[in-house]
C-alpha cells in the first residue's frame, strides 16, 4: 500500500509563495497535484512522471514548478505569485508509469489527505 502525506499548505496574501510537500512510501511512480476548490470539480494542477518529464495546467504555467527528491522520497510543489482563485485543497497522488503527465485522476490509485491553500485578496 502507498502512502501519501502532503504538507506545507496555509493562508497567504495574493502574490506570495507556498511550498507544498508530499512524502511518498513507495516512489517509483508518476506523481500529480491536483486540486479542488469547493462546488468545483478536482483539477489537475502539476505532474512529474517517473522519468522526470512534468506538465502543467494553463492557469499556473510559469508559476508554480512541480519537482521530486528521490534521496527522501518527497514530491514538491513550489507556488508562486498565488492568486485568490489558487484557493483549494490540494491533493498529492501517485501510480502508474506512464510516459507522459495525465490530468485524469483515474490514472492515479493513491491520494493523500490534502492540504488547504487560501490565498486573500
Known amino acids: 500500500q502507498v502512502q501519501l502525506v502532503e504538507s506545507g499548505g496555509g493562508s497567504v496574501q495574493a502574490g506570495g509563495s507556498l511550498r507544498l510537500s508530499c512524502t511518498v512510501s513507495?516512489?517509483?511512480?508518476?506523481m500529480a497535484w491536483f486540486r479542488q476548490a469547493p462546488g468545483e470539480e478536482r483539477e489537475g494542477v502539476a505532474g512529474i512522471t517517473f522519468y522526470g518529464e512534468t506538465d502543467y495546467t494553463d492557469s499556473v504555467k510559469g508559476r508554480f514548478t512541480i519537482s521530486k527528491e528521490d534521496a527522501n522520497n518527497t514530491l514538491y510543489l513550489q507556488m508562486n505569485s498565488l492568486k485568490p482563485e489558487d484557493t483549494a485543497m490540494y491533493y498529492c497522488?501517485?501510480?502508474?508509469?506512464?510516459?507522459?503527465?495525465?490530468?485524469?485522476?483515474?490514472?492515479?490509485?493513491?491520494w493523500g489527505q490534502g492540504t488547504q491553500v487560501t490565498v486573500s485578496s
Open positions: 513507495h516512489f517509483n511512480l508518476n
Open positions: 497522488a501517485a501510480g502508474g508509469r506512464l510516459n507522459f503527465v495525465s490530468f485524469n485522476d483515474f490514472a492515479y490509485k493513491y
